[in-house]
Every structure is written in structure tokens, then in C-alpha cells.
């Protein structure tokens, strides 16, 4: 046999051996597709909450819309409001809404033609229709807090002459906790309220009194305090933790004689109640209600209310 035949044969019996490794000419059916995994189920949307009006004395008049956070404005015609971390404009003799942008927690101006809010970048301002948006004070306002978990500020209330405005740090969820600041109305000098020394308590918020003299704000040592709008020791007011406890939102009535605060903010039916601005017992005032607000005349309360699911 010649060399050429030998390397025939050896090619063909390699051929042979190789035959079962390659793929067959027709690869038959494809695979069927797999099974598309099943939707995640639709969880039910917690249902707005919705603003309510009523009388001084606690009887209620009607809802106004759906939302959160009512604040009157000087002349008593307009609510401020949140609805869906967007804040509206309700008139209240015609119930027209207008949305002013994203944002929480307004608060009108003394003068009327601003309102203080909360945004991502801080505690900013604007213009009663929503233009000329600006930052007055960073939620990075701390260095002493631990950064990651820092939550930054809000809350913010301006004093009766326009100078100040009180507002709530909300700590860090470790080591700080919440406690209230005033700062200039253009945002400077922002300084603690009460001591900085000895046992820190959490605090929030913080709104003036009247007459602009003093702050009442919320404390875990002292319940519902108020303290010198230039800043001191807290004189308690009211007590009963926990049903007074983070998210009570004290506000003075116009004439300075009375407290509303909310009572069990968090549970599934809070109420407000009030309480002589020098202290003494609470009586309901609104049942099945929470974060009141007084008209500046005194003849009306805006609050909220959660919708049944």
C-alpha cells in the first residue's frame, strides 16, 4: 500500500470517529419557550387622605379636597396643601385647586406672597403662583449627624413678623435625634432652640405663638413645651406619651389662649384635641382627625382625615 492510500484510509476511519460529535443536519423542534413569569400582584393604594373644615368648637363642616398638610393663608381665603408630594392651592369659596409644584410641608408667609415648603434640596421659598423657587438652607445643614443616615430637615414655620422661620432637623435615626432650629428668613444663622447640653430629647414640630414670643413644639421629655422664640429651657405644657408623642403638630389658636395638638397621630383613628396654651386638661375637640390648622381669624379649623380603605 502506498503512502497516499495509508493516509486515505487513516483520514476516512478519523471521519468515522468523529461522526458521533458533530450536530445532526436537521436540529429538529425548537425548544418550547418557557413559561413567562406571573405578574406580581397589584397591591391597593392607600386612598388620599382628604382636608376637612370646621367650626371653633370642633363641629365639622364639610371636606374641602383631597390632601394633607392645610395651611391658611393670611387673609383666610387659601389653604396650601399636599396632595400626592405635590403642593396645591385651594380657594376656599370656590374650591378651585391649582398646583404650585412638587414639594411638602408649605407654609404661608406672613406677607402672603410666599410660602416656605420642602423640596429635595432643603427648606426653599416661592412665590404664592409657584415661581422664583429658591433653597434657603441645604437638608445637609448638619455635621455632626451620621451622613448616610442623615434625613435632612422640614417643617418649616415662619415667625408672625416674617423674620424667622422655625423648623425640625430630623436627625439620623442613630445617635442625633430630631430637634428643632430657628434660622433668618433668608436662611442664615440657623442655631438649636433648646440646650445643647446634657440629655438631648427628640423634638419636632415647631410652630409660634401669636404675639411671635415664644415656640411650641413637641418634646420626648417635656410632651407638648413651649420656649422662648430666642431660645431656653422648655416649660412643659402637656404630657401623655405616647399618645403625645413624634407627629403631635402643636399650633396656637389666633388668640393665644389655646393648644390643638393631635393625639395618637399614627394609629388608625388619631384625634385633636386642645389644651390651655399654660397647661391644664385636654379636652377632644375634633374626633377622628390630625394636623389642625386655624383660621387667622379663629372661626374655622382645616385638617386632615384618612379616607376609609
Given at each position: 500500500m502506498t503512502p497516499r492510500t495509508l493516509a486515505l484510509a487513516a483520514f476516512l476511519v478519523l471521519v468515522g470517529a468523529c461522526a458521533d460529535w458533530t450536530l445532526p443536519i436537521d436540529p429538529g423542534e425548537p425548544d418550547p419557550p418557557a413559561e413567562p413569569p406571573p405578574e406580581p400582584p397589584t397591591l391597593p393604594r392607600a386612598p388620599e387622605p382628604e382636608i376637612y373644615l370646621a367650626a371653633r368648637d370642633g363641629s365639622i363642616a364639610g371636606v374641602l379636597t383631597a390632601g394633607s398638610r392645610p395651611s391658611w393663608s393670611p387673609d383666610g381665603r387659601k389653604i396650601l396643601f399636599v396632595r400626592s408630594a405635590e403642593i396645591q392651592l385651594i380657594d376656599t369659596d370656590d374650591s378651585v385647586?391649582?398646583?404650585?409644584?412638587?414639594?411638602?410641608?408649605?407654609?404661608?408667609?406672613?406677607?402672603?406672597?410666599?410660602?416656605?415648603f420642602v423640596n429635595g434640596e432643603g427648606i426653599a421659598?416661592?412665590?404664592?403662583?409657584?415661581?422664583?423657587?429658591?433653597?434657603?438652607?441645604s437638608h445637609r445643614l448638619r455635621r455632626d449627624t451620621y451622613a448616610p443616615w442623615d434625613q435632612g430637615i422640614?417643617?418649616?414655620?415662619?415667625?408672625?413678623?416674617?423674620?424667622?422661620?422655625?423648623?425640625?432637623?430630623?436627625?439620623d435615626g442613630d445617635i442625633i435625634p430630631a430637634q428643632i432650629f430657628v434660622m433668618n428668613a433668608d436662611g442664615s444663622d440657623p442655631r438649636r432652640l433648646t440646650p445643647t447640653s446634657g440629655f438631648q430629647y427628640a423634638e419636632s414640630d415647631p410652630a409660634w405663638s401669636p404675639d411671635g414670643s415664644r415656640i411650641v413644639f413637641w418634646s420626648y421629655g417635656y410632651g407638648i413645651a413651649t420656649v422662648p422664640a430666642a431660645g431656653g429651657q422648655p416649660q412643659q405644657v402637656?404630657?401623655?406619651?405616647?399618645?403625645?408623642?413624634?407627629?403631635?403638630?402643636?399650633?396656637?389658636?389666633?388668640?393665644?389662649?389655646?393648644?390643638?395638638?393631635?393625639a395618637n397621630r399614627f394609629s388608625s383613628r388619631p384625634a385633636i384635641w386642645s389644651v390651655l396654651s399654660g397647661g391644664g386638661e385636654a379636652r377632644l375637640l375634633i374626633a377622628d382627625g390630625y394636623e389642625a390648622a386655624w383660621s387667622p381669624d379663629g372661626s374655622r379649623i382645616a385638617f386632615g382625615r384618612n379616607r376609609d380603605p
Open positions: 385647586v391649582t398646583s404650585l409644584g412638587p414639594g411638602e410641608e408649605p407654609a404661608w408667609a406672613p406677607d402672603g406672597r410666599r410660602l416656605a421659598v416661592m412665590n404664592a403662583d409657584g415661581s422664583g423657587i429658591r433653597t434657603l438652607l422640614g417643617k418649616p414655620a415662619w415667625s408672625p413678623d416674617g423674620s424667622h422661620i422655625a423648623f425640625e432637623h430630623r436627625g402637656y404630657g401623655n406619651f405616647p399618645a403625645v408623642a413624634y407627629g403631635t403638630k402643636p399650633v396656637w389658636s389666633p388668640d393665644g389662649s389655646a393648644i390643638a395638638f393631635t
